[in-house]
Each structure stands twice: as C-alpha cells, then as structure tokens.
C-alpha cells in the first residue's frame, strides 16, 4: 500500500506561480517538443519535465533509470502562453 511517506514534493518547481510559466519551462517545452514530438504544457507537465530534467542532471534520479512520467495532458494551456512559447523559435 502506498502512503504519502512514500514520495518526494518538490514544489521548488512552481516558479512564479500556479498557470505562470518561467522561461527554463517554455525552453523544455521547445526541446521535448522538438526531440521527442511531446507537447507539454507550462501549467503542470512542462514543470514536472523541468523537474525531473533538472533532478537527473543534478544525480538525484540516475541516467538510465526507469521513471515513469504521466502526462496528464494540458494541451489547451499551449495557447495562453503562446507568444512566450514562440519566442526564440526559428
């Protein structure tokens, strides 16, 4: 049986708040988008993503490890933050 003492929250991930993306989310929705056609979001998925890219860089999650990601979709959120997302796209 699973339990909260089971998981880690790392709310450090936020940024500025709840639907406010921060630059470091829109370019990991580029790259993810670009290298594996996965459309995250700057809500929820595309910190959670920032997150775990960060995590493994750091050595908290090790390369080659199995993660599951559940994308829970936020797909609509794309477009209210769009001009940010397009920023620096070529």
């Given at each position: ?30 790259m ?13 998925t ?27 979709g ?17």
């Amino acid at each position: 049986m699973l339990e909260a003492a089971d998981f880690d929250v790392l709310d450090t991930y936020v940024g500025p708040g709840y639907g406010k993306g921060y630059p470091k989310v829109f370019e990991t929705i580029r790259m993810v988008a670009r290298e594996e056609a996965i459309l995250l979001d700057p809500v929820y998925t595309g910190k959670c993503m920032t997150g775990l890219m960060d995590q493994v860089e750091k050595g908290h999650v090790s390369q080659g490890s199995s993660v599951v990601f559940l994308h829970s979709g936020g797909g609509p959120n794309l477009f209210a933050q769009s001009e940010q997302l397009i920023e620096g796209v070529s």
